[in-house]
């Protein structure tokens, strides 16, 4: 099956399911970080696995593994040993029917799902130095915000690309990430069941904040929402609305792809007057980041970084409106995110 399939072929969807596969082939829970290191180990946990076993997982169970997968993804460095041992082909094969079993469950039939305008929600990080935000979310200039972001692109491109003729061996990274997300642009998530917004879980690069609010948000108008579900997704929209990046990501993409092409990335400006926001979905998450995507037109590549499953950026400021107080949720030791 195609969907099973582009699960292995990604490295954050083979991460998903070996760290699912880990759960249920130990005796007894364990955290990933206790994953197993040698390629022996990996083969023996993954083989006791039951698919029926996956199958009965609860939600909450599938979303945990999705949070390891989005925690340790990285796109500034080379793949990490975990990576490496879950591409192995003898281990890709172990984890096809826990990729399958995955595609059945009825807790993963919204993941591919368009985003859900009736329900969408956004979150505030307590910084431990600076405390909550000055002022609430939503209070921004989209369109500003986005100016500075490709001004700011277009700098750091003209400084990579001025070092690299002076040094063309040059290995300094520039910026890893993809998004508009340096902007300042809004991005929002879904609620589930026990669990405020999906970004509390699922957040890329969090650094471990323990305390959020979470506002619900109301999606106002018809807007329109770019879908990413794949890898296809992804490529046309940079190849409908390309910036050019080779010397700024040249370094970094080097490093988490293997890879030296002619990078490109979306030109946010350009996104917004077509589109009013760009939703990934989990699915899209699961088969998409870290890998070098190449153009349809077979001229340059992509690699999609820094974007949570099923996160919404908005491009367009007057599209979310705050429809009621926050909820404080923390960090429990025992029960993960819960409401303070």
């Known amino acids: 099956m195609q969907a099973i399939s582009r699960l292995l072929a990604s490295p954050r969807g083979r991460y998903f399911c ?91 039939g919204w993941w591919d799902a368009p985003v859900d305008l009736g329900d969408q929600r956004a979150v505030e990080a307590f910084h431990p130095d600076h405390g909550w935000a000055d002022r609430p979310p939503l209070r921004r200039r989209a369109a500003d915000d986005l100016d500075r972001w490709r001004d700011r692109a277009l700098d750091w491109e003209a400084r990579f690309r001025d070092s690299l003729a002076a040094d063309p061996d040059s290995g300094a990274g520039g910026e890893w990430w993809s998004t508009p997300e340096p902007s300042g642009t809004v991005s929002t998530t879904r609620a589930r069941p026990g669990l405020g917004a999906l970004e509390l879980l699922l957040e890329e690069d969090s650094w471990g904040h323990d305390r959020a609010r979470v506002r619900p948000v109301r999606v106002d108008g018809a807007p329109r929402v770019y879908e990413i579900r794949g890898p296809a997704d992804w490529a046309h ?22 890879e030296y092409r002619d990078w490109v990335i979306p030109d946010w400006v350009a996104v917004a007057a077509d589109h009013d926001a760009v939703h990934l979905t989990v699915t899209g998450y699961l088969t998409t980041p870290g890998v070098a995507i190449t153009l349809p037109s077979g001229a340059g590549a992509t690699v999609l970084a820094g974007w949570d499953p099923n996160a919404t950026f908005w491009l367009r400021d007057d599209a979310l409106t705050v429809v009621d107080e926050p909820v404080e949720w923390h960090v429990s030791p025992d029960c993960g995110w819960v409401r303070a």
Do not use: K
């Open 18 to 108: 070996a760290n699912l596969g880990h759960r249920c082939g130990v005796e007894a829970p364990v955290a990933h970080l206790a994953w197993p290191r040698s390629p022996r180990d990996a083969l023996d946990v993954l083989g006791r696995v039951d698919a029926r076993e996956i199958a009965a997982l609860p939600e909450a169970a599938l979303l945990d593994s999705v949070a390891a997968a989005v925690d340790f993804a990285r796109y500034w460095q080379p793949p990490d040993e975990e990576d490496l041992l879950f591409a192995r082909p003898d281990v890709i094969e172990l984890l096809r029917p826990i990729a399958a079993a995955v595609v059945a469950s009825p807790h993963s």
């Open 237 to 258: 929209l940079v190849a409908a609305y390309p910036l050019a990046v080779p010397a700024s990501r040249r370094a970094v993409w080097y490093d988490t792809t293997g």
